[in-house]
């Protein structure tokens, strides 16, 4: 199929070359999945074509690549990359140009997958149940049992539905004939989805005029349909809880975990936020414990339950295996599907499929021989410069060997190799992939070659197996490469499956009606715990970017600067005998504003399931600032500024992006804990100095609090040390106040255990010390009297900022480590 017809247009050979394919040069080797044999530009890419000949050929190329890039960096999108020390948070690489495919090829490919899904499911259930596969031999012992994936203690093992596989991807290619082959089945927690539908995102934003007059199908509501099918696995009555289990943080592809969570409304949680009671999974919530019903893993196979999988394994449930024994849970996939991620298997499909199915392949795949049987090692012996050999098991650590490379003694090595080990070997046909347009990411603009392979999603719903109208587009880094890999340094495109005749074919799901109520408490303890940190870091960051940007303005007045500066280095802002001014590169210091805001960095990172896109941005555009900072040496106070607006905008985004939860309201309460330490401890350290009640001190001092326009709309007086105390101490109506601070955390408790169902409330502990006027104005003296009267001042301000300390120990225990609340606290 070479899909030269497509929504009734008609090719025109004779048409003049448009000028930006001059740089495209077609390969007669490969299938060109733009131009046809005659040089013309396929029916079905004309469209694209001819807008980009319109436009700025070279224009448009390089305002789409800037502003992907910008698109990706600001939204987070990022594939780490394990052997590269370099690859930690590594951008995604995407071209803005799409691969375009027809409706009547992608139908044909669509029937192939769906095909292969359900053979794979019927391979998996006949390997873990009565294995007549291995007892009529078209199967050999050795390619399951040999496999590292395959699980012995799931054999006997029946999910329910008799559904082993729930999501599942095809890597694709096509060859120079034109015909899709299956290279590669994806089984075990296939990754890349997530990607796919931020591709076409970024892409309908880059190019939007382009996706409107081209008809392209809609890749919208395929996870909506992958939730309604993991909630229907609750029981009639009960609130249907799913959740997606990833390895955390530091997993590749840990981006598009966050991102699916987001796009299905599911938690993301961790394998200890998971607990196994009586064969019952629970998430630990804030509330208590709630039943978990489906687990979409994102996690390997062995890791998934220490007790009867890999005992060293840290990232899983413990006694996960026996709640899918007793048909306590749905876990998607299965544990076990990763034995089917094998080169291997692909020489055995068509005899599986007319066993198991009764039907022959509907897609081919590519030629393969396992080299443990003793015919197939002859072949690929004979015939060694035509075929590609590949581990037959992931765990083996070795690179694909092109036989048309191997000469002389690295040859006989190899043979040698192969011999003693055939049955670790794998010998496919080398297909030389095809090749499609890209924009030139450097040099002149224009078009480039790029070769080409393409990933297929499957996932299971109600009315059988669904595709993804699309997926994702893995482009090597030339056109010669004959392997596709991400972690190779490999781009992306997204896929435009064609409409037939401007119709999206594919029928609105339909919509579960819920059966129950929605519930607001099912929050991992885990996550919101790190939205209460996240709140107190944020407004850590701000407090100490105010507090040196009031000290940098202060700095021609030398009793100013110095008193500030030495209130900076108490409070470690500043480190001892640091320039402040490298305060802002400071790395290693772990009370300065640049720790700060990597932790602040680190729990957005934890959280990032919970928060709006706009509120990513904006940590990422934080960190910018600083690392920009660091490189221009900008005039501290302007960066500062910068930093203050970026995480004022952070407030913004929490308040109208977040739903107003009790993970919302933790965070609220986290940030008013902040203020209330920050602002006790400082004015504590302000009472200690001698020289406290100075008026340009104590000017400084409400600038550092924010407080200095406020203060001078209130009192008709020049700064004083016992109005500014009025003002920042007892004033239940000024958002600095710590009584303001006291009176919103106790509504903030109170609120919190109302929506967690009572259970006690957690007390504020230390009180504002109440001083009349006249008191007020004894700290204004210069005395040793108005000397001790202050440091008095700054001992009770000292034990408010102690209570602030137990209160976040208390909270600590009660929501995120659920221990009693008479264990020993912890420090914060």
Known sequence: MNGEAANGRAAHPDAPAPACLSSYVPDPRR????????????????????????DDAGDTARRSLELTRR???????????????????????????????????????????????????ALLADLYGPQRLLAEGIVPPELPFGHPNFLWPCLGLVPRQRTWLHVYAADLARAPDGRWWVLADRTQAPSGAGYALENREIVEQVLPEWVGETGVRRVRGFWGELREHLLGFADEGEYPLAVILTPGPYNETYFEHAYIARQMGLPLVEGHDLTVRGDTVYLKTLAGLRRVHAILRRLDDDYCDPVELRGDSAL???????????????????????????AAWLGFHSGAAQRLLGEPLAMPVLATWWCGERPALDYVLANLDQLVLKPTYPNQRFEPVFGRDLEGAAREAFVQRLLARPYAWVAQERVALSQAPALRPSGTPGLTARAVAIRVYVIATANGYRVLPGGLARVATDSAVDVVSTQRGGGSKDIWVLTAGGADEQPPPAVRAPRTQHRHDDIPSRLVENLFWLGRYKVRCADKARLLRSTFAVRTDRNAWSHALEICRELGVVADAADPAASLRDEDNPLGVVADVKRLAWCAAQARSHLSRRYWRGVIGLQRQLREAAVSRSDPREVLERVLMSLAALTGFAGED???????????????????????????????????????????????????????????????????LELLVYNPLHPAALAFQQQQIRQDLAELSSVLGGGG??????????????????LEGIGEDAAEARRRLALKLAAIGAAAGRLSDSLSMRYFSHTAADSQSFLT
């Not at 709640?323 to 089917?340: C, D, I, Q």
């Not at 340009?696 to 020049?718: G, M, Q």
Request: glycine content about 8%.
């Open 71 to 121: 698109l990706i960096i600001e939204n987070g999108v990022s594939y780490n990359v394990y052997a590269d020390p370099q690859g930690a948070d590594r951008p995604w690489t995407l071209d803005p140009l799409p691969l375009v495919l027809t409706a009547e090829e992608w139908r044909a490919i669509e029937t192939g997958v769906v095909q292969r899904a359900r053979l794979l499911n």
């Open 658 to 724: 977040m739903t107003q939860d009790a993970g919302w309201n933790l965070m609220r309460i986290g940030q008013r804990l902040e203020r209330l330490l920050f602002v006790a401890e400082l004015l504590a350290q302000q009472l200690r100095l001698k020289l406290a009640p100075q008026p340009a001190h104590v000017e400084w001092l409400l600038d550092a609090c924010d407080s200095l326009r406020i203060y001078r709309a209130r009192y008709a007086t020049a700064p004083r040390l016992g109005p500014a």
């Open 316 to 342: 899983g449930v413990p006694g996960l295996i026996g709640a899918l024994r007793a048909e306590r849970v749905v876990l998607a996939n299965a544990p076990g599907t990763g034995v089917l991620e094998s």
């Open 31 to 54: 299938y060109d999945e733009l131009l046809a044999g005659d040089g013309s530009v396929r029916p079905h890419w004309r469209p694209l074509i001819e807008r980009l000949a319109a």
């Open 761 to 778: 409330e957690i007390a504020i502990g230390e009180s504002i010390p109440f001083r009349a006027g006249p008191e007020i104005q004894q």
